[in-house]
């Protein structure tokens, strides 16, 4: 009976030390992008954007009318590369079958102002890569507007401007990788 029991005992032991250790890998050993997507269980066909920075992979999904921004950090080690998602943040809703004001720039203008005031806030932390208040402003939105492609704000033009088609209307989504906000008079032109 004791020699049962211990035999059952090294095989459940066995068993979660092996769990931990796929985890262990899964987590830290993502040597390639598609993989790190992989172990997260991101499928590659709701990649619509993929802007590569100097010390990160920006990702955008979708998810019909959900925009997603997903965070690779690339860190070498040995010189390996190593691919870990460090955030994820869910837009729901960004995108919409009408014609929206969103491309408004007073529309804009407001939003700004609004994420100005709240500079801070609780759930901006310091290990975030791509900040949403503060000097480093990662600001995004969507427009059907042909003209989004001319939008400055405070006299900076858009990190990068990609179409996204959702039910066959073409969305432009714009975002600013920093930001950087005059606190006193935001200026928005299109």
Sequence with gaps: MKKRMFVVGLFLM???VSGFTA?????NYA????????FSGVRPER???QQEEQDHIDLFLTDGADLTLVIVQVK???GRKNYEITQTNKMEKLFSEEDSSRSNSETIKNQLEMLASIEDTP?????EIHKSFGKRLFFIGTSQNKKIKNLRID?????NIFTYNYKGIVNYVYYYEEL???HKEIKVRM
């Design 14 to 16: 066995m068993f979660i």
């Design 23 to 27: 985890s262990y890998i899964k987590k």
């Design 31 to 38: 040597r390639t992008l598609q993989l790190a997507l992989k």
């Design 47 to 49: 990649i619509i954007h």
């Design 76 to 78: 070498e080690k040995k």
């Design 123 to 127: 759930f901006s932390f310091e290990e």
């Design 155 to 159: 006299g900076q033009k858009p990190t």
């Design 180 to 182: 950087k906000l005059d």
